[in-house]
């Protein structure tokens, strides 16, 4: 998405903020809430708002909201920080560097924002297959996102990959629209909750295709067929389905993370001490992007939304020890 300017004036990009909020989903705009709230003159940057929540569906499970959709519950989120009239800038960053007591970030449209720190909030991203077909087919049958393209699935035999609680979720999602769903999973047994599994196993449309993996994706305008290998006996059967929904996990933006310098964990998540510091100083990360010894890893909404609020009051302690916060705020 190009950059788009939210309020007037350009001298407004190159002042000096006291924070700058990478990243418009639940860690990141609970980030800005809160800085707002506690006085910091802050900038909220992204590629997106709302994040991982755009491509959500019913949400159920954040306290005091039921039954919201994902895109609605953003929305909300978006709105409540525009009361405090939070600037949110749509533009990707490239880059965040340290120089002296501030931080300069950088972004693809060439807009510079400078803050004494900066909270990273950039939430990860949706895993890929890696087999011959499934770059081809994208948005031609292959979908990383149930909530957003079941309905297009409408009568159709679909391929779930994936063993986790959000393939089981989509699976039992498709049943609605589908005509058949085949769950191909690598391994014998689930990793999601009992409750998903009990239904997907009971599920009269869902047919379980365990210690299995998809090898290849084919078709002609859109989705056909996909090749399925046993990974205990290595036979190989053709699957006759006109859709493919990926569901194998999520990652982080690895080679952004570590061109800041971040120190990251084995999956490439930065890990984060208590308060959401990282290994610099001045530089806070929240949200599904962290990770670290001290966390249980958890990716929610409530968990994001609650790491964002401690990052924001670590920046504004950060603040008042450098002595610059006092004479900022809205």
Not at 13 to 25: K, L, Q, R, S
Request: aromatic share 8%; charged share 25%; glycine share 12%.
């Amino acid at each position: 998405m190009g950059f788009r300017l939210e309020m007037p004036g350009r001298a407004l990009h190159t002042m000096p903020y006291d924070v700058v909020i990478v990243g418009a989903g639940p860690a990141g705009l609970s980030a800005a809430l809160y800085s707002a709230r506690l006085g910091l003159k802050t900038v909220c940057v992204s590629e997106n708002v709302g994040g991982t929540l755009n491509d959500a569906g019913e949400v159920d499970d954040y306290l005091g909201v039921q039954g919201v959709l994902g895109p609605d519950l953003a929305k909300k989120f978006e709105e409540h920080v525009r009361k405090y009239k939070v600037p949110i800038y749509k533009d990707l960053v490239t880059d965040i560097i340290k120089e002296g007591n501030s931080f300069r970030v950088v972004t693809r449209s060439g807009t510079p924002f400078t803050a004494r720190s900066v909270i990273l909030a950039v939430g990860s991203r949706r895993k890929k297959l890696g087999v011959p077909g499934e770059k081809e087919f994208v948005n031609r049958g292959v979908s990383y996102c149930a909530p957003c393209d079941a309905p297009f699935f409408k009568g159709k035999v679909v391929v779930v990959v994936g063993g986790g609680n959000a393939a089981l979720q989509s699976a039992l999602l498709l049943t609605t629209y589908a005509s058949k769903v085949y769950l191909v999973h690598r391994r014998e047994s689930f990793r999601a909750y009992e409750t998903y599994v009990k239904l997907v196993t009971s599920h009269p449309k869902i047919e379980l295709l365990l210690n299995s993996v998809v090898k290849e994706i084919g078709g002609d305008k859109s989705v056909k067929w996909v090749n399925v290998e046993n990974v205990t006996t290595h036979e190989v059967g053709k699957l006759n389905a006109e859709g493919v929904l990926v569901e194998i996990g999520s990652e982080p933006p690895k080679e952004f993370l570590s061109k800041i310098g971040l120190n990251l964990d084995e999956q490439g998540y930065v890990m984060v001490e208590p308060g959401q510091k990282t290994n610099i100083e001045g530089l806070f990360a929240a949200g599904d992007c962290t990770g670290g010894a001290h966390k249980k890893k958890f990716d929610q909404i409530v968990t994001a939304v609650a790491e964002g609020a401690i990052a924001a009051l670590s920046a504004y302690e950060y603040s008042i020890a450098m002595g610059i916060g006092e004479e900022s705020g809205y």
